[in-house]
């Protein structure tokens, strides 16, 4: 039985390949790459007496960082991690600022001292706890620390006293660009109240709890969207336009509000920011994201025409690349989106623009122009910074 069910699936997957449609191209993803993590992270956690689970809080915690992170700073390689702690319960305690642990041993150490146990208070304000959190925030950016470092906050909490009450605070942290984790800290079965509440005060879709099978890999890939970022005045291709908690994408645009012919469109891509290049659409979502943004923006007018990394030559058309790697041929994607009648066989109609329909305003599609033509609005792309991308400083 099983063995039939086998043969048919292979039998299936040779089929697919034989008839699969062309390669398609991939828009770049996130760096994942633990290793070399870079962040500050503070760990706030819920240590009163109902809290059972402090072995596995202190077990999951470790192996977050047991892919290789660098933890600490050091003085020929950025690419680190900085870890701080604080417990609270009726009271909160910062055990240690960012600048405390210089390796995963004395964070291991610290933890397994200071997370052995829970303590013998009842009460559990969160809210202290994210107050201690600020201070060494605080602490940190007043001294002009790593401020090209994104911040996340890891929350353990159990159902304390007053989680509806560090609503507004955790709300004007995530206001200022850091990210919180939160991870519910129970052994019960009713967690319906705790996990609603915790989803409120986490950033997105962060909210785990620690039964969680996965809890280590979620916690993993949410510092690896985190530390996934584009400078100022760039936007982040994600999977979704309308929500800001969608994935990431390793990929940030750029709309060009200043018209240029295609060339110096192309140029100024590649002298904007770390070798960019005109943008490369392979597939609806993308194109209807870079369509989206320019809509979303005042700086631009409609109708939308702007210049893209469509390229003619020698019989085919390609996508721009970086600087010294070669162009993406179009013809091995499957999805297009030439206009009627377009692309028109022309020997100088040879660089492409997306150009919107004036009886269907909700659509652009591709069109070929001449090289030396009108100039367009344009939209640059590059990739992001992330743990294969260190980024000096906020604004680069
Ligand atoms: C991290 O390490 C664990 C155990 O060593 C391994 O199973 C997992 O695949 C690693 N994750 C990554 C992203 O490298
Ligand atoms: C962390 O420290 C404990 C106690 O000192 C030790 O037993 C354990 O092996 C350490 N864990 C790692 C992953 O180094
Ligand atoms: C933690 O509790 C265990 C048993 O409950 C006890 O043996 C141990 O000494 C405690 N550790 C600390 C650091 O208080
Ligand atoms: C659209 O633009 C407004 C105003 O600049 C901005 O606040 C909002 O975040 C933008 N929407 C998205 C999804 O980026
Ligand atoms: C514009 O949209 C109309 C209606 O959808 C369609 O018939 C026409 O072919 C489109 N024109 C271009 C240039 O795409």
Redesign the pocket.
Known sequence: MYISVMFVGLFGMFLFAESADPITYLDRHCGADLSKLWLDVIFVVDNSRAVTCMDRVRKSILKIFNNGTIIGTSEDNPRTTRISLVTYNKYAEIIADLNQFESFDDFNKSISINLANSSTLDESYLIKGLESATVVLEKSSLAGERLNYKKVIVIYASLGDDILLAIPLADRLKADGITIIAVAETSGTDTGKLDFWLDLISSGSMSFTIQDEKLVQEIQDSFLQTNCFCPNGW?QLRTS????HSYRYGICLSLSPLTAIWRAARLSCRNQWRNGYLVNEYEANKHNYVL??LR???LFRSPYTYYIGLTYSTGSWYWDQPEGSSLRKVDNQQWKNWNPGYPIPSSTQTIGVNVQNVTDESETGWQNENAMGEAHYYVCEVASCDTDNYCETENN
């Open positions: 936007v336009f309308s929500d800001m989206e943004s979303n923006s005042s």
